[in-house]
């Protein structure tokens, strides 16, 4: 059986060194060298052309690089190769750091402070005690769980958001379109964890976000497609919201001229909440292989009608 990777180099040559050492019946092949493409089983990719895939035709299983699978041509995908995403602990750690520091950055009022300094402007602001911050995370998959983990023990009031109904402890959950404006009331810092389907695609818009409660601020780790912008600039303008953090951004990179890069209470970041450890994703996606082979569920598997 034979795998191919079509990602970056780097990681490329760790994920070949884990490959060779602890699953050397599995081929592992990359663009750089020659090989058959009707031998090709396994494609692990980030956004695969519609050419390579029709190259392969014995393709059975496409493994995102990552956790997400929107940036998958689907119509380019015939219909009984599976999708998977990326499930692994880098991927997890990473965002339960990046989520930790915006929600602490916003909750402590960093982008005010910020401001001041600007004006050499010393100017205290009545800390709000944890448990009367209400955080809520949209989306309560792999992610949106180990967020609300780690900020458990900071003392938040926390909430979610999915499309099935959810038990979480410590966890108000709501599931559902209909349950989504009692959820967006209770949240004075919203956390986007998404993926983005054509149900999600600006979701967090003038009359979602209108919903949250006046100086409440926003973290979008899910995509840039989920957020109308202007929606959000004329948000802040209004000080209906007080502030946003954007990891994501639509497109990517940003362009330079963008209102976001100048805007007084926006944070953008490159989309770095969290990125695929190499070491630890080869063996998530080695220990994926072993379970299809085996007839076991695969981790991570898309349903692909769902786009999710
Ligand atoms: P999962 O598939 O594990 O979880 C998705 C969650 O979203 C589920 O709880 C699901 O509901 C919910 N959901 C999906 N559609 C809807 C809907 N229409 N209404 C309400 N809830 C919905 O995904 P992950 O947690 O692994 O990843 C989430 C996203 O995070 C990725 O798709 C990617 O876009 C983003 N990401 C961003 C990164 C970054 O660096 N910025 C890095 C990694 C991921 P249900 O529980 O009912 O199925
Ligand atoms: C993503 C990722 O899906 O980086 O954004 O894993």
Redesign the pocket.
Known sequence: MTLLYTSDPARGRIWRAIFAAEAADIEFVDPSQPYDPATIRYLAAWAPSAELIASLPRLEILFSI???I?QFDMSALPPHVRVV?M?EPG?AA??VEYVTMAVLALHRNLIDYREAQKEARWAPIKLVPAGERRIGV???????QAVLGALAPFGFALSG????P?SIAGVTCH?GEAALPDFLAGCDILIC?????E??RGILCRQTLSQLPHGAALVN???GGHLVEQDLLSLLDEQHLSGAML??TDPEPLPADHPFWAHPRIIITP?????TRADSAARALIANIRRYEAGEPLDGEVARNRG?
């Open positions: 990552g956790a997400g929107d995403r499930i991927i990473g965002m949209m989306g309560l998959g792999n992610l949106g958001w999915s499309r099935s959810r599931a964890l998404l993926p983005l389907t149900e999600t780790v899910g995509r990891d994501v989309h770095i909440a969290s990125m999710y």
